[in-house]
């Protein structure tokens, strides 16, 4: 499963690419404006700190505008992947921009027909909100096994990126269920780290190390 960060903070995501676990990063429009960054130019910094993929998110919500400003986006660097919303428009703008050799990631997905469809568009991932339908009362989690199912059966290769992760056991599910991706903020991503039957094993382990007097070269 490939790890990617949900944030545009550029702090947590070097942080996070020093453990080599890194594999992408997402953006959207709300991040940008949290990140208090200019979009085209923490989006190059972002670029230069991994080398996989990078969504960038289109505004506009025609198709031509979302061609345009995917123009600007894309020529930011090759590990962009222009990211647009689960409409009509957005999947007509998926199926040029992938035609054309783009990576393309089409959001805002709650539901497995809308899946078939970016798949159908030739989508390179495809982000259900896990988080948001739970938030809602459903269980957001069921997406991901259906998608899976629905790929499966057509062998598709769009990439199920399991998107608004809230905890470490959305992304434990999405894993179960085989999704390829997951983008989550770093603080759930650090918080798989942990348990405390680590830090108890591992205190007890330096105490009686301690205890040998012994030293390792
Ligand atoms: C990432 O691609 C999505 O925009 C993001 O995961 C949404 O997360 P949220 O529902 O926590 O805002």
Known sequence: MKFFADTADIDDIKELADTGLLDGVTTNPSL?????????????????????????????????????????????????????????????TCKALTSDGTMVNVTLCFSANQALLAAKAGASFISPFVGRHDDVGYPGIELIGDIRLIYDNYDFPTEILVASVRNPIHIHDSAKLGADVMTAPPSVIKAMFNHPLTDKGLAAFIKDWEDTGQKIG
Not at 32 to 45: A, C, L, N, P
Not at 47 to 69: F, L, Y
């Open 32 to 92: 940008i404006k949290k990140s208090g960054r200019d979009f085209i130019e923490v989006t190059k910094e972002i670029c230069a700190i991994t080398d996989g993929p990078v969504s960038a998110e289109v505004v506009s919500t025609d198709h031509e505008g979302m061609m345009r400003e995917a123009e600007v986006l894309r020529k930011i660097a090759d590990n962009v992947a222009i990211k647009v919303p689960l409409t009509i428009d957005g999947l007509k």
